[in-house]
């Protein structure tokens, strides 16, 4: 089949490559040029495993294109994705300009029949917009129907997620665009939902927020756990033994970030509320992960009442491991409540740290590694568990340290051999 999609972000790149590696002819557009031409010459411009591999070897035997042309992904497709991005907008809803320009190059170049597939994250009701304007603005009187077939990959394992999928929704009224979506992804060994527009488009958003909820419920049991006794690790596999609950998603910690989960959950709160009605529980997930991503150095004040001028040891900028993504990352709260209080911190991550200097500038110290951050520090501040922060040398550690203070934000080590090894050590949701 010939696809393009708008787009070569995690999605659009992600999903275009691995169409083309299923034998179908894909086309990318993207209005970069920088990047479009990278990608021509092998340049990723993000790391997911496998995907320069998939990327090269299709656009080699010449599955996959590259182009910054938006009249040349619509009239030499028969499907179009819309895979570009939808950040929050002041208000805390999604900013669709991105979607609207594609919108507008696919009514100005409709040349037959095509089906326009929304990827992207985008509010409900947003198929019926994309419907009316090109129905309003097209300039030849050609048929099309209008697809949501929301994405569900995550960072760091994207290729895996999209060829491997839990299921796949396909959201239109229409039997002719229905037909063809079930044929395109007749490959994937994953059920296919059929659902009306809407409901494929309210999916994507409620699942996201349900996975959040997820995080900050059980970040608010390790919370009370801390203050009963008990042990939030081993309440999360109690409860997640029950299949209706599952034990995925129950790891305690600072609090979710990335481009999704914070963006989505004000988004669908936002829609709610654009509708008149209080959508309570989501609104608390934001709110309590605002929270958790403060606890971590509540904790540091604890035992240091005064942190002005003292040095800090932060370990792990990204959001979560395997990524230099640092969109909404907890270590960006931890790093202003330090110096806020006027200390002085010294970071490392194994790949964030230009990501990193963009953010904090000079207003940090950026280390070599985990140890040169730790050395002549007070205390060191785990918040993202990159493998090489989960097998430190604590020894080492504890020699670099002035001061034996630990504060672990994912639960990397155990309390007692912390304790054994002579550390002041603080994690999330177990008792020292
Ligand atoms: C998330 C969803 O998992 C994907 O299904 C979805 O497609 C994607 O958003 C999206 O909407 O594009 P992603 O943001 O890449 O994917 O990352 P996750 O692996 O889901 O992690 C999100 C955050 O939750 C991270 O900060 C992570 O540290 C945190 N988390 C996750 C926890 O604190 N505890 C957990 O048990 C799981």
Known sequence: MKLSVFGTGYVGLVSGACFAELGHEVICVDIDEEKIEGLRNGVMPIYEDGLKEI????????????????????TESDIIFIAVGTPSDNEGGADL?????????????????????????????????????????????????????PEFLREGTAVDDTMNPDRVVIGTESEKAAEVMDELHQDFE???????????????????????????????IANICERTGGNVQEVAKGIGSDHRISDKFLRAGVGFGGA?????????????????????IVDSTVEVNEAQKKTLVNKLRQEMSDLEDKKIAVLGLSFKPNTDDMREAPSRTVV????????????????????????????????EDAYDAIDDTEAVILVTEWDEFQNLDLDRVKELLNNSLFIDGRNCYEPEKMKEQGFTYYSVGRKA
């Open 55 to 74: 990327v090269d070897r299709n656009y080699a035997n010449g599955n996959l294109k590259f182009t910054t042309l938006p009249a040349e992904g619509v």
């Open 97 to 149: 300009s991105a979607v609207e320009a594609v919108v507008e190059s696919i009514a100005e170049n409709i040349n037959d029949y095509k089906i326009v597939v929304d990827k992207s994250t985008v509010p409900v009701g947003t198929g019926d917009w994309v419907e009316e304007m090109i129905e309003e603005q097209k300039e030849a009187d050609y048929e099309f129907d209008v697809v949501s077939c």
């Open 190 to 220: 994953a059920p296919i939902l059929h659902t009306d527009r809407y409901s494929a488009e309210i999916i994507k958003y409620a699942a996201n927020a349900f996975l959040a909820t997820k995080i900050s419920f059980i970040n608010e």
């Open 260 to 280: 999704c989960f914070p963006k989505d959950t004000k988004a669908i709160v936002s829609t709610a509320a654009e509708h008149g009605y209080d959508f309570k």
């Open 336 to 367: 202003k409540q330090l110096l806020d209080d006027g200390a002085e911190v010294k970071a490392y991550d194994p790949v964030a740290m230009e990501e990193a200097e963009k953010i904090f500038g000079d207003s940090i110290e950026y280390s």
